[in-house]
Nanobody, 124 residues
Framework: EVQLVESGGGLVQAGGSLRLSCAGS????????IGWFRQAPGKERERVSC????????NYADSVKGRFTVSSDNAKKTVYLEMNNLKPEDTAVYYC?????????????????WGQGTQVTVYS
């Protein structure tokens, strides 16, 4: 059974940092892409970042480029999202999700498995 579990969210002042973790089980980390998404109240779900280890690629939404970094530890089956210089507009529930291929599809509907989400709240 595929499972994804996020952790690391919290309350942080603007300019601060958080590191989110996404622990996976039930699948091979090396063969698939893992995306990070976020959803704020009343807004569409947005892909923040994605990592595909099999092709060595990462990508980021323009809104987080230069501030967020995605990485993975295949031995621990965990993907991380390091978030620096956080802004109030980064406030959202953050999810990780499994894409059933190596391709980092920007469309959230193509991701097959989702974690439960972790809340990130940034105050000014």
């Amino acid at each position: 059974e595929v499972q994804l579990v996020e952790s690391g969210g919290g309350l942080v002042q603007a300019g601060g940092s958080l590191r989110l973790s996404c622990a996976g089980s039930g699948f091979s980390f090396e063969g698939y892409a893992i995306g990070w998404f976020r959803q704020a109240p009343g807004k569409e779900r947005e892909r923040v970042s994605c990592i595909s280890n099999s092709v060595g690629s990462t990508n980021y939404a323009d809104s987080v480029k230069g501030r967020f970094t995605v990485s993975s530890d295949n031995a621990k089956k965990t993907v991380y999202l390091e978030m620096n210089n956080l802004k109030p507009e980064d406030t959202a529930v953050y999810y990780c999700a499994l894409q059933p291929s190596w391709y980092c599809n920007p469309d959230h509907r193509s991701y097959s498995y989702w974690g439960q989400g972790t809340q990130v709240t940034v105050y000014s």
